[in-house]
Every structure is written in structure tokens, then in C-alpha cells.
Nanobody, 116 residues
Framework: QGHLAESGGGLVQSGGNLKLSCAASGFTFSTAEMTWYRQYPGEERMPVASIPPFDNPYYHDSVKGRFTISRDVGKRMTFLQMNDLKVEDTAVYYC??????????WGQGTQVTVSS
């Protein structure tokens, strides 16, 4: 059974930086696609950054040039470096894994709040 554990959320001023972490266990991490989602209150969860196992990362236009997704295969960790944060980045951020046979696993979510 796959499991994801997130950390790194918090309160930051606009223009500041945060780094989110996602620890993976219970599945083959090296061949999984990892995606960071975010969800505003009352809205659908949407992907903001994704890193396939053997391809280039994907970024939503709203975060291009500001966010960077990366992974450390040896440590089974996925990161989201968020720079130049804006008030509209305030959301619950979720880590999601899709393994090689299509099974999906979700983290519990971590709150990011950006103040003006």
C-alpha cells in the first residue's frame, strides 16, 4: 500500500519562498510519476507541477518560472521549491503518486498561506 507524507507548508509573506517535501513509501518510486496539486476552498484540486520518471517536468502556466519540482530517488523524496510566492498561491498543497500500473496515492495535504 503506497503512502505519502508531506511537510514544509506554513505562513510566508508575498515574495517569499517555501520548499515542500513529500516522502514516499510502499511502491516503486523510481518509475512513478509524481505530481503536486493545490486546492482553493470550494474549488477542484488542480495540478501545478509534475515530474514523470523519464521525462521533463510539467508546470502549470501560473507557476512557471517560480516553482521547481524535483526528486531524490535514493531518498524517495519529491520536492516543490516555491519562489516569489503570491497571495493567489494560498491553498492546500497535495502530493500525488501514480505508479507504473496506474495506481494512485495521495498525501494528506499541507497548508500554504501567503500574506500581503
Amino acid at each position: 500500500q503506497g503512502h505519502l507524507a508531506e511537510s514544509g507548508g506554513g505562513l510566508v509573506q508575498s515574495g517569499g519562498n517555501l520548499k515542500l517535501s513529500c516522502a514516499a513509501s510502499g511502491f516503486t518510486f523510481s518509475t512513478a510519476e509524481m505530481t503536486w496539486y493545490r486546492q482553493y476552498p470550494g474549488e477542484e484540486r488542480m495540478p501545478v507541477a509534475s515530474i514523470p520518471p523519464f521525462d521533463n517536468p510539467y508546470y502549470h502556466d501560473s507557476v512557471k518560472g517560480r516553482f521547481t519540482i524535483s526528486r531524490d530517488v535514493g531518498k524517495r523524496m519529491t520536492f516543490l521549491q516555491m519562489n516569489d510566492l503570491k497571495v493567489e498561491d494560498t491553498a492546500v498543497y497535495y502530493c500525488r503518486a501514480r505508479d507504473s500500473v496506474g495506481y494512485m496515492y495521495w498525501g494528506q495535504g499541507t497548508q500554504v498561506t501567503v500574506s500581503s
